[in-house]
């Protein structure tokens, strides 16, 4: 398997301007050709690190989640690379090699000590890290490692255990054939869909030449695609979207969405949705509803 590493570096200045990037209403793509070296940022905590920022909540458009992609040089990393105490991640290694040691819950209060265990993640590691549990990262390798980091806010339910971090890989999870695809469309799931402990999922979805999403799927959750390998074309809103390894699509709610892989090889994307929670209408996070509710006191 293989998956898809920013290089960064600039264009030489006799390459034309034009490129792929879209920004929408509905949706955003990040060509690999926008990720070199002037769009990066330091993250405060980390050491010989460099980040690419593809996605941040943005009123009016997708609210939920945030994404990077984050490189580390030999001797770098972060000892606690959260520095919110409600957000979960979730890491996926793409090159090199990345070193997670994950505390427990009983660290959380910010006198963790840097003990507990250590993982190291090659390329196809993948890492949940729950939200306040302690967890610390470092590149002991002699080349550079570079990972996906997606956060998201935890939605905690009154009677549900939220999840525990735990550390797996591409490698050690089938991918299970969506039905009556022969195939020809799978999903690599690193959570059990059923288990409403978790509110969000980064899957990894995987076409064979030709494969297609027959229909334009419309619905609540948002979406972040990053391209690891291969080509394909996407309908996004009714435009089509040619996407290949490097590229970044980003969906907000109910952007209609459809797919066919371009070949000759597989076509696969890293992607994270919003799952498993109730759409919220008061309180903290309400978003207009609350606005509509408090104006029409004075109506």
């Not at 609210?63 to 992609?69: S, V």
């Amino acid at each position: 398997m293989t998956y898809y590493t920013p290089p960064g570096g600039l264009p030489a200045q006799t390459e034309l301007l034009t490129d792929r990037a879209i920004v929408t209403e509905a949706y955003t793509v990040i060509p690999k050709g926008v990720l070199r070296d002037i769009v990066t940022s330091r993250l405060p905590g980390f050491t010989r690190t460099r980040s690419w920022i593809l996605a941040r909540p943005i009123a009016g458009f997708a609210t939920t989640f945030a994404q990077l992609i984050v490189e580390i040089a030999p001797g770098g990393g972060a000892e606690r690379p959260e520095p919110e105490a409600g957000v979960e991640g979730v890491v996926f290694v793409t090159a090199g090699e990345l070193t997670v040691t994950l505390g427990d819950d009983s660290g959380a209060g910010g006198d963790w000590d840097g003990s507990g265990s250590r993982h190291v993640l090659g390329p196809g590691g993948y890492a949940y890290l729950a939200a306040g549990a302690p967890w610390s990262v470092a590149n002991e390798g002699d080349e550079s490692t570079s990972f996906h980091w997606i956060r998201k806010a935890y939605e905690p339910v009154e009677g549900i255990d939220a999840p525990a971090s735990f550390i797996t890989s591409d490698a050690a999870v089938e991918a299970q054939a969506m039905p009556d695809t022969d195939g020809a469309w799978a999903t690599t799931r690193f959570v059990d869909p059923d288990d409403l402990a978790h509110d969000m999922h980064v899957n990894i979805v995987t076409f064979r030449p030709g494969g297609v999403i027959p229909f334009a799927e419309t619905h609540v959750m948002e979406h972040g695609l990053f391209v690891l390998e291969g080509k394909g074309v996407y309908r996004l809103n009714g435009d089509w979207v040619e996407v290949e390894a490097g590229d970044f699509m980003w969906l907000r709610a109910f952007c209609p969405q459809a797919c066919y892989a371009g070949g000759p090889g597989p076509f696969r994307y890293l992607l994270y949705k919003d799952v498993n929670r109730q759409v919220r209408l008061t309180g903290p996070g309400a978003g207009p509803a609350e606005g509509v509710r408090a104006a029409s006191r004075w109506g």
